[in-house]
């Protein structure tokens, strides 16, 4: 009996482990299926739609208005020049224009959405986008007028404090605004604005040459001024470390967010910026030219000795029509305010900025980066099966890109960026030769992915 019992638990036993161990290892099976196929992608429509099938975001396609060349909905790449137009922004226009039908100048105070603090409703949902306090956050004008606004105030150069740090190639509109800035107080451009530059045969810059520049300027560095995100290659920069540095060397540090917001994860709070700004019609889809954001770190607020460009409505909000001589300035970003808010324009931001808070960066990003590394993947798979070459110089690291992989096409030329326009591509093309992705995870499926792989494969077999 006793031997029996011990015969019948110790099978009990061994099946329980078996069943045990077979468990775990159907389990551990199934966790390397999934993920062997987040990773091993395949260059087949079937794989494709298998990626949008699965991707929670797909539904936002249909958020969207395409521009259809030969009868067929584009594959978008340019989101990181103009975003598409959402559907739901025309209702948002609609209701500005209505109401200045309906109520005339009483909508400034009395329609659904009063038009004298209408800014205020991006507060929230923007500062979420930008990593930020609600009150770090403004919107207004355009992004190169705030860039020039905001280094009013963070941009004071002494005689011997009076340096620029900014990235070789920034963007032409960016270096304008330094050589104007600069000679504006009195100074040099070829003294003053100092570019940290690519090294010899490297498309990007390394971290460890802004650090060294930083350190190298010193005590003549007054700011340090950067896309966050570089318009050319889509290379990230490590902006909390770089802010870190500008500071350490007593400096200011502001970013250009133009290719950054509502594409990367930022914390602007967190990482100490001192002030930044971008343009919303990119990655945030809000239209042509179309209004800018703001950041003012909240240790600026209170700060009375900062200098600034004032206009009525940076005043005191409730003593605005009180029509007083002396500037009183709301405390935060809102402050930095100078005309009465162009309703129109902002219209369609906010229902950008209520899409995305719907949405929420992390899930954004995720989609993100998938269907960056599944485009990464179909270039390399094109690009073995055709004659001539190109080359990604966009950074393959995760942490350094984000939506964007620029092409730099070796032996073939605009003929081929032609062909993809007319093959319903869009894409842009950036002298002297590098044509730029930007596979905006809002709007741009796997299956889009596929089909613009089939495309420049047979642009560049002819
Ligand atoms: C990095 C960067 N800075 C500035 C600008 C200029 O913006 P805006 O014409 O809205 O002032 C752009 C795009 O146009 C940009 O990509
Ligand atoms: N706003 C524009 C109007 C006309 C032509 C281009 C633009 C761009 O935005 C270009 C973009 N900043 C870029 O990274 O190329």
Same mark, same amino acid.
């Given at each position: 009996?006793?031997?029996?019992?011990?015969?019948?638990?110790?099978?009990?036993?061994?099946?329980?482990?078996?069943?045990?161990?077979?468990?775990?290892?159907?389990?551990?099976?199934?966790?390397?299926?999934?993920?062997?196929?987040?990773?091993?992608?395949?260059?087949?429509?079937?794989?494709?739609?298998?990626?949008?099938?699965?991707?929670?975001?797909?539904?936002?396609?249909?958020?969207?208005?395409?521009?259809?060349?030969?009868?067929?909905?584009?594959?978008?790449?340019?989101?990181?020049?103009?975003?598409?137009?959402?559907?739901?922004?025309?209702?948002?226009?609609?209701?500005?224009?209505?109401?200045?039908?309906?109520?005339?100048?009483?909508?400034?105070?009395?329609?659904?959405?009063?038009?004298?603090?209408?800014? $205020?409703?991006?507060? &929230?949902?923007?500062?979420?986008? =930008?990593? *930020?306090?609600?009150? !770090? #956050?403004?919107?207004?004008?355009? +992004?190169?007028?705030?860039?020039?606004?905001?280094?009013?105030?963070?941009?004071?150069?002494?005689?011997?404090?009076?340096?620029?740090?900014?990235?070789?190639?920034?963007?032409?509109?960016?270096?304008?605004?330094?050589?104007?800035?600069?000679?504006?107080?009195?100074?040099?451009?070829?003294?003053?604005?100092?570019?940290?530059?690519?090294? $010899?045969?490297?498309? &990007?810059?390394?971290?460890?040459? =802004?650090? *060294?520049?930083?350190? !190298? #300027?010193?005590?003549?560095?007054? +700011?340090?001024?950067?896309?966050?995100?570089?318009?050319?290659?889509?290379?990230?920069?490590?902006?909390?470390?770089?802010?870190?540095?500008?500071?350490?060397?007593?400096?200011?540090?502001?970013?250009?967010?133009?290719?950054?917001?509502?594409?990367?994860?930022?914390?602007?709070?967190?990482?100490?910026?001192?002030?930044?700004?971008?343009?919303?019609?990119?990655?945030?889809?809000?239209?042509?030219?179309?209004?800018?954001?703001?950041?003012?770190?909240?240790?600026?607020?209170?700060?009375?000795?900062?200098?600034?460009?004032?206009?009525?409505?940076?005043?005191?909000?409730?003593?605005?029509?009180?029509?007083?001589?002396?500037?009183?300035?709301?405390?935060?970003?809102?402050?930095?305010?100078?005309?009465?808010?162009?309703?129109?324009?902002?219209?369609?931001?906010?229902?950008?900025?209520?899409?995305?808070?719907?949405?929420?960066?992390?899930?954004?990003?995720?989609?993100?980066?998938?269907?960056?590394?599944?485009?990464?993947?179909?270039?390399?798979?094109?690009?073995?099966?055709?004659?001539?070459?190109?080359?990604?110089?966009?950074?393959?690291?995760?942490?350094?890109?984000?939506?964007?992989?620029?092409?730099?096409?070796?032996?073939?030329?605009?003929?081929?960026?032609?062909?993809?326009?007319?093959?319903?591509?869009?894409?842009?093309?950036?002298?002297?030769?590098?044509?730029?992705?930007?596979?905006?995870?809002?709007?741009?499926?796997?299956?889009?992915?596929?089909?613009?792989?089939?495309?420049?494969?047979?642009?560049?077999?002819?």
């Amino acid at each position: 009996m006793g031997y029996y019992f011990f015969i019948q638990n110790f099978n009990f036993f061994i099946c329980r482990q078996s069943a045990k161990s077979l468990l775990s290892i159907y389990l551990f099976l199934l966790l390397l299926r999934n993920k062997i196929q987040t990773m091993t992608f395949e260059n087949t429509l079937e794989f494709a739609q298998k990626l949008d099938a699965q991707d929670q975001l797909n539904k936002y396609q249909n958020e969207f208005i395409f521009p259809k060349v030969n009868g067929k909905k584009v594959i978008y790449f340019t989101g990181n020049s103009l975003g598409l137009q959402p559907k739901r922004t025309k209702a948002y226009i609609d209701e500005v224009m209505n109401d200045w039908a309906n109520l005339a100048v009483e909508g400034h105070f009395y329609s659904e959405k009063p038009w004298w603090d209408y800014h $205020e409703r991006f507060a &929230n949902p923007l500062s979420k986008i =930008v990593g *930020a306090l609600p009150s !770090e #956050v403004t919107v207004m004008n355009t +992004l190169t007028v705030n860039l020039h606004l905001l280094m009013v105030s963070f941009y004071r150069p002494t005689k011997t404090r009076y340096k620029i740090i900014c990235e070789e190639k920034a963007f032409p509109s960016d270096q304008y605004m330094f050589q104007s800035q600069v000679h504006f107080h009195g100074y040099k451009p070829e003294d003053a604005i100092v570019e940290i530059k690519r090294r $010899e045969g490297e498309h &990007n810059i390394r971290l460890e040459d =802004v650090l *060294a520049k930083i350190d !190298e #300027v010193g005590d003549e560095l007054a +700011l340090v001024l950067i896309g966050g995100v570089n318009y050319y290659t889509g290379q990230v920069f490590d902006m909390k470390t770089i802010t870190a540095a500008g500071h350490k060397a007593g400096a200011k540090v502001g970013w250009d967010l133009a290719h950054a917001a509502g594409n990367i994860k930022l914390e602007l709070h967190d990482w100490n910026v001192d002030f930044a700004a971008w343009c919303s019609y990119k990655y945030m889809n809000s239209g042509p030219g179309n209004a800018s954001g703001c950041f003012i770190h909240e240790k600026h607020h209170n700060n009375s000795e900062l200098p600034r460009f004032a206009g009525w409505w940076g005043h005191n909000k409730e003593r605005r029509f009180k029509m007083e001589p002396k500037f009183d300035p709301i405390h935060g970003a809102d402050g930095w305010q100078i005309s009465n808010l162009p309703v129109l324009s902002l219209a369609p931001y906010l229902a950008s900025v209520e899409m995305f808070d719907e949405i929420g960066m992390d899930v954004l990003i995720a989609k993100r980066d998938k269907i960056t590394s599944y485009l990464e993947f179909i270039l390399q798979e094109i690009d073995k099966e055709v004659d001539s070459s190109f080359e990604i110089i966009t950074p393959s690291n995760s942490a350094e890109r984000a939506s964007q992989l620029s092409v730099l096409l070796h032996g073939e030329g605009r003929s081929l960026f032609d062909y993809l326009m007319k093959n319903g591509v869009i894409t842009d093309w950036r002298e002297p030769n590098v044509i730029r992705l930007a596979p905006v995870p809002l709007y741009c499926s796997f299956e889009d992915m596929y089909h613009f792989g089939q495309i420049l494969k047979a642009g560049i077999q002819g």
